[in-house]
């Protein structure tokens, strides 16, 4: 499951009518969000919008009390001190690794990928799979400059990782998965999927909620529904994707966990 479970950590909030400071995500939040995944067991859970390595590890231990045990569990970040990555895994993370590229240029300014890559490798039933997840900027404006231009350096950085795991292993077993913040034809994206029909092109998995609807996120300020959330394979994984019971789960809680709704993909 990949799932932006919004703003799991400590920040300025506006909660139930009043400004608080420096407070955690509201326990009726967090509950939602266990329960929300303790109902559908994933065996693997890729994770955008963690606060400290401490919010990882409580994430992980209210799930062990509410019967999904992910013993397993890695934790990064890039240049943004407030939210992070996790992977929490049923299975061993047998390797972990960082990008050799995490800057790029824009305006004569050198910039860091605001949320990092995450790169796990686990191994599951005699497979091993490689776990690739990222946050992409957000559709907000920034100091920095053009939001959908930070979002495409940050994509292209993306790639080239990617590719340098391409260069190594031809046939590596890829799993690219998070919030990307951009929806299926726009220039992050494809710069992240690479040319169709090459060896090294990413297929995005097609998912669907109960009502047959793609979407990912409600933006309610903006009353924006979009799919920007993603799970991508690589061709040597795409043999083993069980398509027909990929999903976008869409409980009737989902809305009280999570601006997102998760995306649920199997593995023959």
Not at 71 to 84: K, Q
Not at 171 to 180: E, K, T
Not at 185 to 209: E, M, Q, S
Not at 225 to 243: G, T, W
């Amino acid at each position: 499951m990949a799932y932006n479970v919004e703003n799991w950590l400590t920040m300025d909030r506006y909660v139930d009518g009043k400004n608080l400071k420096g407070a955690p995500k509201p326990e009726k939040e967090k509950q939602a969000v266990v329960s929300l995944l303790a109902r559908h067991q994933p065996d693997v859970l890729g994770l955008c919008e963690i606060g400290e390595a401490s919010d990882l590890a409580e994430i992980q231990e209210k799930l062990k009390h509410a019967g999904l045990n992910l013993p397993h569990l890695h934790y990064t970040g890039g240049t943004d001190p407030t939210r992070h990555l996790g992977l929490l895994s049923r299975f061993p993370i047998t390797s972990t690794a960082k990008p050799a590229e995490t800057e790029y240029q824009l305006d004569g300014k050198t910039y860091g990928i605001n949320r990092g890559i995450l790169d796990a490798t686990i191994d599951a039933r005699g497979k091993s799979y490689r776990f690739i997840g990222v946050h992409l900027k957000s559709k907000r404006d920034s100091e920095q400059g053009d939001q959908e231009v930070i979002r495409l350096h940050e994509a292209r950085l993306l790639r080239r990782h990617i590719d340098s795991i391409f260069k190594t292993a031809a046939d590596a077993r890829l799993i690219v998965y998070g919030d990307f913040n951009d929806t299926r034809a726009t220039p992050a994206i494809k710069a992240i999927t690479g040319n169709y029909n090459a060896p090294a092109y990413l297929t995005a998995i097609p998912a669907k909620d109960s009502n047959g609807e793609a979407w990912t996120h409600f933006w309610a300020p903006h009353d924006i529904y979009s799919r920007i959330d993603f799970v991508m394979v690589s061709a040597a994984l795409k043999r083993e994707v069980n398509f027909p019971t990929a999903k976008i789960i869409d409980d009737a809680d989902w809305n009280d966990a999570s601006d997102h709704r998760s995306i649920l993909a199997e593995f023959r």
